[in-house]
């Protein structure tokens, strides 16, 4: 089977498009990825924050 010079052509044409799509998506998918490991590395530093001002034996008021 020979490809015709019509569809070499368009394929030509679609290919850098799919490609750039496909960066975009990617690109977008490390945003959400880098906000969402912020969040949790805020989240962490906080309950590391809270489990030194509580100490070794915490009262049961610090529990609640």
């Given at each position: 089977?020979?490809?015709?010079?019509?569809?070499?052509?368009?394929?030509?044409?679609?290919?850098?498009?799919?490609?750039?799509?496909?960066?975009?998506?990617?690109h977008q998918m490390m945003?959400?990825?880098?906000?969402?490991?912020?969040?949790?590395?805020a989240t962490a530093r906080e309950g590391?924050?809270?489990?030194?001002?509580?100490?070794?034996?915490?009262?049961?008021?610090?529990?609640?």
């Amino acid at each position: 089977m020979q490809m015709s010079e019509t569809f070499a052509a368009t394929i030509a044409a679609v290919v850098p498009v799919i490609w750039l799509v496909g960066a975009l998506e990617v690109h977008q998918m490390m945003k959400i990825y880098l906000t969402s490991a912020q969040f949790l590395e805020a989240t962490a530093r906080e309950g590391e924050k809270l489990l030194k001002e509580v100490g070794e034996r915490p009262t049961s008021d610090q529990l609640v």
